[in-house]
T-cell receptor, first 115, second 115 residues
């Protein structure tokens, strides 16, 4: 079974600085998708970024980018120019392509942004 | 695009009553929707997968007679908590598989408090 591990329960960053959240996963499949979701205090789950495993190019969305290392099964999220609104729980998630429809979530990383 | 609504956002009910939660995809059709439960400071726990026009698939340990799921149209899935008890108090989140396929988009969640 696939697993997703987020080894950092909590992280903090100064406003305007850069922070990287770690995520590793375990799978025997070659085709899959990876996601980062953000859950602010409102508890709404918001899609931050998505990566297709077949794409070598790392996904980027404005201040958010990923470092996808397929061989190492690593999928870290970099947040540049951190803003107070970035404070939230961040969940890394995996889903196989064409197989189980279930999203496999990590346990989450709580990000605090200090002014 | 890919907006999912959930209603109600808050519900307080007496023990023994039933509560219905609606999940709607507003700007896309969703043949597959998902229901999650989230305990404080924990990740999301998948309860069931809801497929339009067919019976839901429940995760192991989830009582199908207690958590009734109906997916009667391509934009609406409902979760009914029957004979609710205080231990059913939780945060319930739905998601819908979006037009792109593997990406799930989440509703804002429903906080259920059973007295």
């Amino acid at each position: 079974a696939q697993t997703v591990t987020q080894s950092q329960p909590e992280m903090s960053v100064q406003e305007a600085e850069t922070v990287t959240l770690s995520c590793t996963y375990d799978t025997s499949e070659s085709d899959y998708y990876l996601f980062w979701y953000k859950q602010p205090p409102s508890r709404q789950m918001i899609l931050v970024i998505r990566q297709e495993a077949y794409k070598q190019q790392n996904a980027t969305e404005n201040r958010f980018s990923v470092n996808f290392q397929k061989a190492a099964k690593s999928f870290s999220l970099k947040i540049s120019d951190s803003q107070l609104g970035d404070a939230a729980m961040y969940f890394c998630a995996y889903i196989s392509q064409g197989g189980s429809e279930k999203l496999v979530f990590g346990k989450g990383t709580k990000l605090t942004v200090n002014p | 695009g890919a907006v999912v609504s959930q209603h109600p956002s808050w519900v307080i009910c007496k023990s023994g009553t039933s509560v219905k939660i609606e999940c709607r995809s507003l700007d896309f059709q969703a043949t597959t929707m998902f229901w999650y439960r989230q305990f404080p400071k924990q990740s999301l726990m998948l309860m069931a997968t809801s497929n339009e026009g067919s019976k839901a698939t429940y995760e192991q340990g989830v009582e199908k007679d207690k958590f009734l799921i109906n997916h009667a149209s391509l934009t609406l899935s409902t979760l009914t908590v029957t004979s609710a008890h205080p231990e059913d108090s939780s945060f319930y989140i739905c998601s819908a598989r979006g037009p792109a396929g593997e990406t799930q988009y989440f509703g804002p969640g429903t906080r259920l408090l059973v007295l």
